[in-house]
């Protein structure tokens, strides 16, 4: 795993794509226009991803599952991603496990894409959306939050060329 991290920190060393700025000001029923224009960022959801550092377990857990190429394809797709602080509240053991199988890897990662491009301002609108793995993720709003099953949307519209990330804070995991 070490040697996975070791290969994305270099990448994100040499990346020349921006940071990823923050919507702070964005509530529930904005039109997030303002989100959307500082958080156009240079590159597809992988560079992206790379660029922004808060992601280096999720880009890992890409390469691994081998969903490099699909998700720096044409797209376009919407990825909830979930931030390295995610994954740290899983259990202990669990990231380790999940790197050590592919396939389960896979399913999860792809619970966290759906095709096409679906801004926050369309999210918001949703009860649930089909997912790349076959299954709906819950959408809700709660307390002025936008929910997908249990995880909260932290950061929304981070732009790519192939579509669009909202950040999660929780790594979401289909039913079964």
């Known amino acids: 795993m070490k040697k996975i991290f070791g290969t994305f920190a270099i990448l994100l060393a040499i990346s020349v794509s921006p940071a990823l700025a923050?919507?702070?000001s964005c509530g529930v029923g904005d039109d997030h226009s303002h989100a959307a224009k500082a958080n156009v960022a240079t590159g597809d959801l992988v560079d992206v991803a790379i660029a922004a550092g808060?992601?280096?377990?999720?880009?890992a857990a890409v390469q691994a599952a081998g969903l490099v190429d699909t998700l720096k394809s044409e797209g376009p797709f919407t990825?909830?991603?979930?931030t390295d602080d995610a994954f740290d509240k899983l259990p202990a053991?669990?990231?380790?496990?999940?790197l050590a199988d592919?396939?389960?890897?896979?399913?999860?990662?792809?619970y966290h894409v759906v095709s096409g491009e679906v801004t926050a301002d369309q999210v918001?609108?949703?009860s649930n959306a089909t997912t790349v793995q076959g299954s709906d993720v819950e959408i809700r709003v709660a307390g002025g939050s936008v929910m997908v099953?249990?995880?909260?949307?932290?950061?929304?519209?981070?732009?790519a060329s192939n579509g669009v990330i909202h950040v999660i804070d929780t790594v979401v995991i289909p039913a079964g």
Not at 54 to 59: E, I, M, N
Not at 79 to 82: Q, T, Y
Not at 149 to 159: G, I, K, L, M, Y
């Open 79 to 82: 990825v909830f991603a979930p």
């Open 54 to 59: 808060s992601f280096k377990t999720l880009v």
């Open 102 to 110: 592919p396939e389960k890897l896979k399913a999860i990662l792809l």
């Open 22 to 24: 923050h919507c702070g």
């Open 149 to 159: 099953d249990d995880a909260t949307v932290v950061e929304a519209d981070v732009r």
């Open 124 to 126: 918001v609108k949703l």
């Open 93 to 98: 053991g669990t990231v380790d496990a999940l």
